[in-house]
Antibody, heavy 121, light 108 residues
Framework: EVQLVQSGAEVKKPGESLKISCIGS????????IGWLRQRPGKGLEWLGI????????RYSPSLQGQVSISADKSLSAAYVQLNSLKASDTAMYYC??????????????WGQGTMVTVSS | DIQLTQSPSSLSASVGDRVTISCQAN??????LNWYQQKPGKAPRLLIY???NLKTGVPSRFSGSGSGTDFTFTINNLQPEDIATYYC??????????FGGGTKVEIK
């Protein structure tokens, strides 16, 4: 079964850092882009960035550049998103998702279960 | 940046109705337009890719159409299990990826 499994929920204080993992299985992890997205409570979906695990080429949302860092370890079939200097506004559900290379539009066909991040003093 | 405007933001329809959601881009986006369904507490699910292609396993009552800047998502014969929020999403050669604001579909 093709799946992405994310690390568990996190509760952090403002100013702290956080790294969320996403482990892929059931397919060739290195050969698909992995995207990171977030959804603030009651709000819509926001794209953070995307990585090619084969060589760690990364692209970021222009509005979030510098606020997040995306990395991958193809030997572990893992992708990561790191957020530094957390703020209350970073409270959200964070998703990783695989981009389907068989589409022109890079649709996200497989999603992780989500990781809830709560930032509160 | 490419922005997507979805309308309506919410709608209420009866079982068996036809439901239509609009997604308008502020600039030309070729056929790089996808549609997702998200149920409460769940990750989004891809339904339609490249404007009008139905993902394998998705019921045929879901469909998509459009071109250029104007796109439409349709549910024919609305079912109770279709209660969800639907999002359009565009992708511009990995330099810009955005979602519409979402449309919440409820049963009347």
């Amino acid at each position: 079964e093709v799946q992405l499994v994310q690390s568990g929920a996190e509760v952090k204080k403002p100013g702290e850092s956080l790294k969320i993992s996403c482990i892929g299985s059931g397919y060739s992890f290195s050969r698909y882009w992995i995207g990171w997205l977030r959804q603030r409570p009651g709000k819509g979906l926001e794209w953070l960035g995307i990585i090619w695990p084969g060589d760690s080429e990364t692209r970021y949302s222009p509005s979030l550049q510098g606020q997040v860092s995306i990395s991958a370890d193809k030997s572990l079939s893992a992708a990561y998103v790191q957020l530094n200097s957390l703020k209350a506004s970073d409270t959200a559900m964070y998703y990783c998702a695989r981009q389907d290379s068989g589409t022109y539009s890079g649709a996200f066909d497989i999603w992780g279960q989500g990781t809830m991040v709560t930032v509160s003093s | 940046d490419i922005q997507l405007t979805q309308s309506p933001s919410s709608l209420s329809a009866s079982v068996g109705d036809r439901v239509t959601i609009s997604c308008q881009a502020n600039q030309y986006i070729k056929n790089y337009l996808n549609w997702y369904q998200q149920k409460p507490g769940k990750a989004p699910r891809l339904l339609i890719y490249d404007v009008s292609n139905l993902k394998t396993g998705v019921p045929s009552r879901f469909s998509g159409s459009g071109s250029g800047t104007d796109f439409t998502f349709t549910i024919n014969n609305l079912q109770p299990e279709d209660i969800a929020t639907y999002y359009c999403q565009q992708y511009d050669d990995r330099l810009s990826l955005t979602f519409g604001g979402g449309t919440k579909v409820e049963i009347k």
